[in-house]
């Protein structure tokens, strides 16, 4: 592990494998340690991949603002110059997809394929902001099954409530399943930074210039996705794009961590392939 000082902030990354570049950036609250745990060993071996904190988690430096999707893509443009890596293939889980799409948006040569694992986007952050979002059933389904935690109908939409009582519920997903939570650094990062406002700037990433990117995608949602109106729209909207629905029965947004080789029996032929995808396909139930 290392860190290197990327505009003004040090900045924590990983690098391991050999092979053409591929940067994995994760979600919300993550830190590059959900890449690790199953992913990365699967792919090591055929290409060189770069994990990475984003500004304000994990281990690399929290400032007190700049963190829409636009920031977080100057740190991506910033991290590849100083490790000399001119074009990079991105898989981006949650907000990482929502960083991968800024970054290929504003520096288009950069940019290879793009894998986007649950793409939430702000442009779209006005379902979310929708009471009856199914995301915020879910998240208190979790929180009572997982800690007999029983969250206020009036609280669901009160972000920075149900992150403080997640604090509460053991690690649920994946090989960590069981394991108390490290919140402390979550909560800084939730109450003493902008966050949670800049994540809803959408800025240049609208849904019109999204319509326009001729990089070649694939799209993987959950087919039980909280996400998947959004999902439907940008199935619609993104050219060069495969869509994946995987089935259900996982944890509904958190594939890289609960199917890690479903994941990859889809991204290591796409990242593989020469061609530029050009047909759309689905798994799963649509939902339609």
């Known amino acids: 592990m290392s860190k290197v000082c990327v505009n003004g902030l040090n900045i924590h990354y990983w690098r391991v494998g050999e092979g053409p570049d591929v940067v994995m950036l994760h979600g919300l609250t993550g830190n590059l340690a959900i890449w690790h745990l199953k992913l990365v060993p699967m792919m090591r071996d055929e290409f060189r991949m770069t994990t990475y904190d984003l500004r304000g988690h994990g281990r690399s430096d929290m400032p007190p603002t700049g963190y829409t999707t636009a920031d977080h893509a100057v740190d991506l443009e910033g991290l590849l110059d100083v490790l000399g890596i001119e074009r990079v293939h991105l898989v981006g889980h949650s907000l990482g997809a929502d960083v991968s799409l800024h970054f290929a948006l504003r520096y288009p040569d950069r940019a290879g394929k793009l894998v986007l694992i649950e793409p939430a986007m702000p442009a779209l952050a006005g379902l979310q902001r929708d009471k009856d979002w199914e995301g915020w059933a879910y998240w208190a389904r979790m929180l009572?099954?997982?800690?007999?935690?029983?969250?206020?109908?009036?609280?669901?939409?009160?972000?920075?409530?149900?992150?403080?009582?997640?604090?509460?519920?053991?690690?649920?997903?994946?090989?960590?399943?069981?394991?108390?939570?490290?919140?402390?650094?979550?909560?800084?990062?939730?109450?003493?930074?902008?966050?949670?406002?800049?994540?809803?700037?959408?800025?240049d990433m609208t849904l019109e210039n999204l319509a326009k990117m001729p990089?070649?995608?694939l799209m993987i949602y959950d087919s039980d996705s909280p996400y998947l109106r959004t999902y439907r729209l940008l199935r619609d909207l993104l050219i060069n794009c495969t869509t994946i629905l995987l089935p259900g029965g996982g944890r509904r947004h958190f594939s890289p961590l609960e199917t890690p080789e479903l994941v990859a029996e889809h991204i290591l032929p796409f990242l593989n392939s020469g061609g530029i995808v050009t047909s759309s396909a689905s798994q799963g139930n649509n939902h339609e």
């Open 144 to 203: 009572e099954e997982f800690a007999g935690v029983k969250v206020p109908r009036e609280k669901w939409t009160d972000l920075r409530y149900m992150i403080g009582e997640s604090a509460k519920v053991p690690i649920i997903f994946g090989p960590a399943q069981g394991r108390p939570r490290k919140m402390d650094r979550v909560f800084q990062l939730v109450d003493s930074t902008t966050l949670l406002e800049d994540y809803e700037v959408a800025d």
């Open 215 to 217: 990089h070649p995608k």
